[in-house]
């Protein structure tokens, strides 16, 4: 039977960034075990790819705060490009309740070391996007370090550097068992064959559930399906534009290629393992989209190049990090609730710090840990796209 200091169930972009960090305090025995022929088929190849540090919660900046300048410089760290572009977010307010929770919002930013965001007037939006519609927009927030990557180049950057110093990567090896005793987590069986380990990593993204059940432990994480709409080329908005949030529906869009990608979360979706895109969402969301920026009225889009991934949703939007009660060395890294991109980074180094020296200073990981749920201590998250 083979044996691994550290095994890591799932090769998505937490897994990977895990095994990078891990590696890289010095861990060689890390094994990582895809279920598929290709990693990235769960969540992270479906991801918009959008990484930002407007958040509500001291913790999602503080993961934010470390995992931006990690994109940053993730080329020149890991010699593998991941595509960083610091185009920013711009939320846009319609209201006076929206800009007082942007206000807010900004104010815990700057108190956490955010350097780069700034609240705007109406007129500067309109004056810098004459092609939004803004007789409405009041105001709103921009960073200009927020941006986009690509996920699955970052996904592969993680893995190859961890690969080039130990680490070993194990696809078509789903999960079948994992083996505890009286001291915890002993060995872990898959498709193709048995490890013995004491330290298990669930990173296994909306399937986590499944994962964690084998190892006794119930994990409040449900799958949610979240649909994508990129157009074909465009160029009547400039392509040097952020990700633009409407805050008045939800509907958010970004640059593509020669196109732009469109996203909206539609309020009528519910849970499950839902992975086929449906064709009717195209004009839900074409019909906000042209609303809110009246030239994509013209905006050409083929159904047929729209896809579907699915959240992992906890019930406060955060993650759930850190060992698992009464399970000594079943390591949880779930529930992004669509952040799992932006703070793989973070992730990484968190788990990374937990696993191997029992702490991290990077935040406070009790705020993130599985117990908050049953000791009603939940942290929630409302800025959510």
């Known amino acids: 039977m083979q044996t691994a200091d550290v095994v890591i169930i799932g090769g998505g972009i937490v897994g990977s960034s895990i095994a990078y960090h891990l590696t890289a305090a010095g861990c060689r025995s890390v094994v990582v075990l895809e279920r598929e022929s290709v990693a990235g088929k769960g969540s992270t190849g479906k991801s918009m790819g959008g990484v930002r540090a407007q958040f509500s919660t001291p913790v999602n900046i503080q993961m934010s705060l470390y995992a931006i300048p990690f994109y940053a410089s993730f080329e020149e760290r890991l010699g593998y490009p991941c595509d960083y572009r610091p185009q920013g977010y711009l939320f846009c307010a319609t209201n006076e309740r929206n800009m007082t929770y942007l206000r807010t919002n900004y104010e815990k930013q700057l108190a956490l070391g955010l350097k780069d965001v700034r609240l705007l007037k109406g007129g500067e939006i309109r004056a810098l996007f004459p092609q939004l519609r803004g007789d409405d927009i009041i105001g709103g927030s921009f960073c200009a370090t927020d941006g986009f990557v690509d996920p699955y180049s970052a996904m592969n950057g993680f893995m190859a550097w961890a690969a080039d110093h130990g680490a070993t990567l194990c696809k078509n090896a789903a999960v079948t068992g994992i083996v505890a005793d009286q001291k915890g987590i002993a060995g872990v069986e898959?498709?193709?064959?048995?490890?013995?380990?004491?330290?298990?990593?669930?990173?296994?993204?909306?399937?986590?559930?499944?994962?964690?059940?084998?190892?006794?432990?119930?994990?409040?994480?449900?799958?949610?399906?979240?649909?994508?709409?990129?157009?074909?080329?465009?160029?009547?908005?400039?392509?040097?534009?952020?990700?633009?949030?409407?805050?008045?529906n939800g509907f958010h869009f970004r640059p593509e290629g020669r196109g732009f990608l469109l996203a909206w979360n539609d309020p009528e979706e519910t849970p499950g393992f839902k992975t086929e895109f449906d064709p009717p969402f195209v004009e839900k969301i074409l019909t906000r989209a042209a609303d809110r920026v009246p030239c994509f009225a013209d905006l050409p889009v083929n159904p047929k190049r729209a896809w579907a991934g699915l959240y992992e949703m906890t019930p406060d939007h955060h993650p759930i990090l850190g060992e698992a009660p009464g399970?000594?060395?079943?390591?949880?890294?779930n529930g992004f609730s669509g952040h799992g991109v932006m703070h793989a980074p973070a992730t990484g180094k968190i788990l990374s710090?937990?696993?191997?020296?029992?702490?991290?200073?990077?935040?406070?990981?009790?705020?993130?840990?599985?117990?908050r749920f049953a000791e009603s201590r939940m942290i929630h998250e409302t800025a959510v796209l």
């Not at 399970?327 to 890294?333: M, P, S």
């Not at 710090?353 to 117990?371: K, N």
């Open 327 to 333: 399970v000594a060395g079943f390591f949880l890294a």
């Open 353 to 371: 710090d937990l696993i191997l020296e029992g702490r991290t200073e990077l935040i406070d990981a009790s705020l993130l840990d599985l117990a």
């Open 190 to 248: 898959t498709a193709r064959g048995a490890l013995s380990t004491h330290k298990i990593v669930n990173c296994a993204g909306a399937w986590a559930g499944e994962i964690a059940k084998m190892a006794g432990v119930d994990l409040p994480v449900t799958p949610l399906r979240r649909m994508l709409v990129p157009s074909e080329p465009f160029d009547q908005f400039p392509h040097s534009a952020p990700m633009i949030i409407d805050m008045s």
